[in-house]
């Protein structure tokens, strides 16, 4: 009975991370500008990878859990910093939001002093 109740849940898991990872790439490859896409890819990413990581239960070996739930902390830690990382880079390039502003500023589109 525990075992078919893990079977379900796995496989829910499973299924809504892939819903979570396919809208995080439609997000990505259809919205127009860097800052927006980080958005889409920040918010969705995460948990969907954490979902489809979580499905390992469903295994029910202690090793597969184990190695799955050191990588859904990883996925926690870094996630986060890979997403300003990449925010940072793009504002220090200069990348241009859909509304022509560099940072959502004034709108000269000149890039603030620092």
Known sequence: ???VLLDV???ALLLLGLALL???LAGVLRLPDTF???HAQGLATGPGVIAILASSIAT???TIITFAVLAIAFVALTSPVAGHALARAAHRLGSRNARG???GGDGDGE???G
């Open 36 to 38: 927006v896409q980080l």
């Open 101 to 103: 502003t560099d940072d």
């Open 22 to 24: 396919t809208v995080s």
């Open 111 to 113: 890039r603030p002093p």
């Open 9 to 11: 849940l796995g496989g």
């Open 1 to 3: 009975m525990i075992s």
């Open 60 to 62: 029910e070996d202690a």
